[in-house]
């Protein structure tokens, strides 16, 4: 029985957390979406799926400005709206569409909640789930950072301003995570796998994408974020730990394909 509905661009790490957990945890969720660029082609709703002509009939339907990253209007239902008052993806429901749960954090805890009976992700007690919460909140102004980051690439407009800032906020993150992972190779909490850890790679994996605008990159000349043998240096505990969720056999389905794509995409821009 599903447990959990999705609607989101895909690929997207951040979905990923979601479907990495399920995955340890034994639940199976529903996944509906497409490329980004496809979205507005695409019913906003529970029942999320590409328009058809009839669809722009029907009275319940609310044409909307995009937000970031789409560029066209999107078409979302009223019931859509009610149940994601922000009205943005990933979007997550329960099986019956009447509960809506938004934010990719969010939807990770959702999901660990869920499977919890399997197994345990979120903490033995109320002080380890909130230092797992702590650090999945220590991620957010990250994960804010390097989105307006992938944008800004993107659209060919990244600026000096954008890359520091988000190398900034990177270090800041890596270097909490690499100092709670002194001693530990199993989690980020108490040595312990959990959502914290899903979180990290996850937010890892998203920053890793700016690899597929190595070109703007070095057209603007700005410094890379994600450099993985830099970065190996300076936070060793972190980046091997980044390195084993990637090779471990409840992660690598999702991480793998996106990350081997973006390794090619390395390898031909150097190539060039």
């Known amino acids: 029985m599903v447990a959990l509905r999705m609607f989101s661009y895909l690929p997207n790490p951040r979905l990923m957390k979601a479907t990495i957990a399920a995955r340890l945890c034994e639940i199976e969720v529903d996944i509906r979406g497409d490329k980004a660029d496809n979205l507005s082609d695409w019913l906003w709703d529970f029942d ?58 969010s939807i990770l805890r959702a999901v660990a909640r ?17 230092r797992i919460d702590s650090f999945l909140d220590s991620a957010l102004v990250f994960a ?18 954008i890359q520091k800032e988000t190398a900034r906020c990177f270090d800041i993150f890596l270097r909490g995570v690499d100092s709670a992972l002194a001693g530990s190779v199993h989690g980020i ?24 605008h190595l070109k ?19 936070f060793p505990n972190a ?11 409840f992660f690598s389905p999702d991480i793998d394909p996106l990350m081997s794509k973006l390794a090619k995409r ?3 821009f150097n190539n060039v």
């Open 48 to 105: 999320a799926r590409p328009l058809v002509n009839s669809d722009y009939d029907r009275t319940d339907l609310v044409a909307k400005s995009a937000h970031t990253g789409f560029g066209k209007k999107l078409y979302k239902t009223e019931q859509f709206l009610m149940a994601q008052p922000f009205g943005t993806v990933p979007a997550a429901f329960s099986p019956d569409g009447t509960v809506g749960i938004w934010e990719s954090n």
């Open 114 to 130: 869920l499977g919890c009976a399997n197994r345990n992700l979120y903490g033995a007690d109320a002080y380890e789930a909130s």
């Open 144 to 161: 804010r950072q390097s989105q307006i980051y992938l944008l800004a690439l993107s659209k060919s407009d990244c600026t000096i301003d």
């Open 189 to 212: 909490v108490n040595n312990k796998l959990s959502i914290a850890d899903i979180c990290f790679v996850c937010e890892v994996c998203q920053v890793s994408r700016e690899r597929a």
């Open 216 to 234: 703007t990159i070095s057209e603007n000349r700005l410094d890379r974020v994600y450099n993985f043998d830099a970065l190996n240096l300076e």
């Open 239 to 249: 980046m091997s730990h980044f390195d084993r969720l990637c090779k471990n056999e």
């Open 266 to 268: 390395e390898k031909d």
